[in-house]
């Protein structure tokens, strides 16, 4: 009797022993399925967020040149012409000087540059609406107007900034907020000082677009008031852009 009891006791100390082992072993199993699961959702979740790819391109067209004023300047010329004929009477040969022509005068016009205005007060940029469209390769001269954008294509836009204050802009940059899959706002690196009246064209373009009708793109200059205008109501264009 005492024996069968020692049995009983090691068989159910065994199967303790041995079903701590196999929960120990799963729990691992699971830990380690768990962990690959993760990884694996991280590898093949569709990549919707990072910053987009912006293509920017720009031609800087200064103001008109300066009007030019005509001023006539006379300028006299004197011909002379008549030479004295000898006389057959002995006499003292006297000689009759020749008049003189009636002077000619002619006109040259001469362009003169017009005075110009020192610049004074301040600048005041503006952006223009331009065209809705699309690139077809990663360079902006690869541009095509089109008011929706084909699959596949990136969609770009054109405006124009203008100085149409009385001063220099100085240093100056813009924003633009882009209607892409993570909604991205590019912000542009420092731009060239805007004299009054210059003017730069811009071809904004950008990848990672989203399928989807009027989707909004607002250019934004001097979107950090940098530069001291005198008018600031006039910095924000909106765009609408069809994507298939």
């Known amino acids: 009797m005492y024996i069968y009891t020692m049995n009983t006791e090691k068989i159910q100390s065994y199967r303790l022993a041995a079903t701590n082992s196999l929960a120990v072993v799963g729990f691992i ?31 800087f067209n200064p103001a008109p040149g300066a009007n030019v004023a005509v001023v006539p300047t006379a300028t006299s010329t004197i011909i002379s012409f008549g030479d004295p004929v000898a ?49 077809t390769t990663n360079a902006t001269d690869s541009f095509i107007a089109s008011t929706t954008v084909p699959s596949g294509a990136r969609p770009a836009v054109k405006f124009t900034v203008k100085n ?17 899959r993570s909604s991205y ?29 009027q989707q909004p793109l607002v250019i934004t200059v001097n979107d950090d008031s940098i530069v001291r205008e005198s008018n600031s109501t006039n910095n924000s264009i909106e765009f609408k852009i069809n994507v298939r």
Request: aromatic share 10%; charged share 5%; net charge neutral.
């Open 29 to 59: 199993a699971l830990l380690g399925l768990g962990v690959w699961g993760a990884v694996y959702s991280a590898r093949y979740v569709p990549g919707t967020v990072g910053a987009a790819a912006v293509y920017l391109g720009s031609l």
């Open 87 to 135: 006389s057959t009477t002995p006499a003292v040969a006297t000689t009759t000087p020749a008049k003189p022509s009636a002077p000619t005068t002619t006109t040259v016009p001469v362009l003169v540059p017009a005075p110009t205005v020192a610049p004074y007060g301040l600048a005041d940029l503006t952006v223009y609406a331009g065209v809705v469209g699309y690139l």
């Open 164 to 180: 149409i204050g009385t001063n220099w802009s100085g240093t100056w940059r813009f924003s633009a907020s882009i209607p892409t």
């Open 185 to 213: 706002t590019y912000h542009s690196t420092t731009q060239a000082s805007v004299g009054p009246g210059d003017s730069i064209d811009y071809i904004l373009g950008f990848d990672q677009s989203v399928k989807g009708d």
